[in-house]
């Protein structure tokens, strides 16, 4: 048996029963990091194993189970860099409410995970700490921000790990890279201790192999935090008593109109055959326009950016020469922006979210790709245009604080991984995880890995 294999759930049972387990798990991390990461560059820091948490007894869901962290969580006693020359060297006192969570429960921090500088961008192309690479084709970008943790998931580096996601920085690179990531509802999971860039927009959620492991790793993390101003509190989430519904009288929007058809045509038929599957369920699928996207991309943009340059304003004054080009030419685009630029986009965002309100009161959920292509090469790359093409189709539910889940559902002619984004109503990830495991259940793609 390989146990590096089974769902997380599995892998916790067996270390409840055996501690050699437990062991075990994290030698076969360790061994693919020593191997991959010099290659990789998953991580920017690795914790060694005789300081990372060893596993508790117990009845705890994440027993023994190593977690890679995008290195924009703070981790007490572990150089957190935020991806940054400002912080190459910082150290953080206090663990992030959701390490503390985790540790809670038996789960091992096992390393740092690789980021875009400060998580303004996609590409994780890093001037401070060197490129992350797609395991799927080395001179492809993983995506981002949080490429370090999807490559850390799909080379099993990880057997779990966390990321954030202000535009699309989970699903991005868990599309990109062929593995689960989930971007739960605006205030479900607690944000203080991670690093901000926009403290309107950003979100945290996992990155996994499967479905059912992002639903163990969000009902860790998940729940209210009264310490924590984004932090929303409302009923306890429960993501795995309906996972395994019929989609019988499930009925489904598929996104269509010009703003989805400028994605890659092995995209759409990707997600196309991912919603026929899915009818075939018993689910009923509708095509819906979803043009007004637009819009919503275009403000969650400009918030990003205006944000970003608001928290970072000290820093761009004293020493704007230790950000990279990309980060640098971003922050000023936001510091640019007017008051007035900036109120149209948060009326927009109200606009934006009044009009999926009244979508999802008709429709349970709505497909569309995570991605309009899959990775593109380092060689040639804008980074700022790559932003504005890989965050279409995600960045309209950040600005909306709608779940949303990337799950695997093909490969393109060149063998990259293509995504399936699905998004629901606020709250409602137990919904959109539902939908993720059936079509999972039904395909394979989630078990492809890259041959490194």
């Avoid at 890659?264 to 369920?281: S, T, Y």
């Avoid at 380092?378 to 700022?384: D, I, S, Y």
Wanted: some cysteine; aromatic content about 6%; hydrophobic content about 40%.
């Amino acid at each position: 048996m390989n146990l590096t294999s089974l769902p997380l759930h599995e892998q916790s049972d067996l270390v409840k029963s055996d501690q050699r387990a437990a062991s075990n798990l994290a030698s076969a991390c360790y061994r693919q990091i020593e191997r991959l990461n010099p290659q990789l560059n998953a991580f920017i820091t690795v914790v060694r194993p005789e300081e990372s948490q060893q596993p508790a007894s117990g009845s705890f869901p994440l027993l023994g189970i190593p977690v890679a962290v995008k290195d924009l969580f703070d981790t007490a006693g572990t150089r957190t860099t935020y991806g940054s020359k400002f912080f190459a060297d910082h150290i953080p006192t206090e663990d992030a409410h959701v390490i503390q969570k985790i540790k809670k429960v038996g789960g091992r921090i096992i390393g740092k995970t690789n980021t875009h500088e400060i998580a303004l961008g996609v590409t994780n192309n890093n001037p401070h700490f060197g490129i992350c690479r797609n395991p799927w084709n080395l001179d492809r970008t993983p995506g981002g921000s949080s490429g370090g943790s999807a490559v850390a998931v799909a080379t099993g580096m990880a057997m779990a790990a966390l990321g954030t996601d202000t535009g699309g920085s989970i699903r991005i690179p868990a599309s990109l890279c062929g593995v689960v990531g989930l971007k739960p509802t605006y205030g479900r999971v607690s944000l203080r201790g991670v690093f901000p860039l926009s403290w309107n927009l950003d979100h945290a959620g996992p990155i996994t192999r499967n479905v059912e492991d992002a639903a163990l790793m969000l009902q860790v993390i998940g729940g209210y935090d009264k310490k924590d101003p984004t932090s929303i509190k409302t009923l306890p989430g429960d993501y795995f008593s309906h996972m395994r519904d019929k989609l019988a009288e499930r009925k489904i929007a598929l996104a269509i109109g010009d703003f989805i058809e400028e994605a890659d045509a092995e995209v759409l038929q990707a997600v196309r055959h991912a919603a026929h599957l899915l009818k075939e369920l018993g689910a009923e699928i509708v095509e819906v326009n979803v043009d007004f996207l637009n819009e919503a991309a275009q403000a969650n943009a400009l918030m990003t950016q205006a944000d970003a340059a608001a928290f970072h304003r000290d820093r761009l004054k004293e020493h704007p020469d230790w950000f990279g080009a990309d980060v640098l030419q971003r922050l000023k685009n936001g510091a640019a922006f007017t008051s007035t630029e900036y109120i149209l986009a948060r009326r927009t965002q109200a606009e934006s979210i009044r009009k999926l309100e009244n979508l999802f009161e008709e429709y349970d959920s709505l497909l569309l790709p995570t991605t309009p292509i899959t990775a593109p090469p380092f060689e040639g790359e804008n980074a700022l245009e790559r932003a504005r093409v890989l965050t279409r189709f995600t960045s309209p539910f950040n600005l909306s604080g709608l779940p949303a889940l990337s799950v695997p559902c093909g490969f393109s002619a060149e063998s990259l991984p293509i995504g399936l984004q699905i998004v629901s109503r606020a709250w409602n990830e137990a919904g959109v995880l539902r939908i993720g495991y059936a079509h999972q259940q039904a395909t394979e793609w989630h078990k492809r890995q890259p041959n490194l």
